[in-house]
């Protein structure tokens, strides 16, 4: 898998983009629309939405680098490149339902079903073996967007993911030998250590989402 092409793609959106204001109009309109959960600066919110949403987009193809990498050192590439190349395929070649979503905002639908396939995986991953595959915390920033795509379509990105996973990272994915000795290193302070330097992407653009809990 290269990410080169997706990085590509979303440099060129965005030289694109910049002489437009879609996509900031289109964040304007969704302000009046966000749940009260979602908290923004009180100056210039929708300027801090539109760097949330344009870092959103930019991170996927490191994610998707950062798992790879992970896969290989782990001896895990098998399982774990086939749900990697769907995410790459989420932004090369978008499934129907994208048809007419172009520019920041189309890549915005499409970096919702990379991120959320990546948060499936890792939540596979923590249900096995106690630890995601890669310690990114995107669930807030993935809420965030899925308010920012707006239902009943987030929702039907969210049925497509679930769909390209099926048949993927079974019971048995998880049985392999490598899986399980790369088990036993999750453990390890150093391991650990890194996983605790990887912070929460929405905490980092200054978007919090308040759960309920938390109030």
Known sequence: ??????????????????????????????????????HLPAVDACSTLHAFVVAYIEQVPDVLDAAAAVAREAGIEAAIEPVLRIAEQ???????????????????????????????????????????????????????????????????????????????LDEASFAQPSVQAYRERLAAPNTVAAWQRWPCLSQQLGVELLLPQER
């Not at 590509?8 to 879609?22: K, N, V």
């Not at 106690?130 to 965030?144: V, W």
């Not at 795509?149 to 039907?156: D, S, V, Y």
Request: proline content about 5%.
């Open 90 to 168: 989420f932004f090369l070649q978008p499934p129907a339902l994208m048809a007419g979503h172009n520019g920041l905002q189309g890549l915005l639908d499409e970096a919702y079903l990379a991120h959320r396939l990546v948060e499936e995986v890792n939540d596979r991953y923590i249900a096995h073996l106690g630890q995601p595959l890669i310690p990114l915390d995107t669930t807030r920033a993935n809420l965030i967007a899925h308010q920012l795509i707006g239902e009943p379509f987030a929702n039907q990105l969210d049925e497509a993911v679930h769909h390209a996973l099926t048949g993927l």
């Open 1 to 38: 898998m290269s990410t080169a092409a997706i990085r590509q793609l979303i440099a060129g959106t965005r030289q694109h983009e910049a002489d437009q204001s879609s996509l900031n109009q289109y964040l304007q309109d969704q302000l009046e629309r966000l749940h009260p959960a979602i």
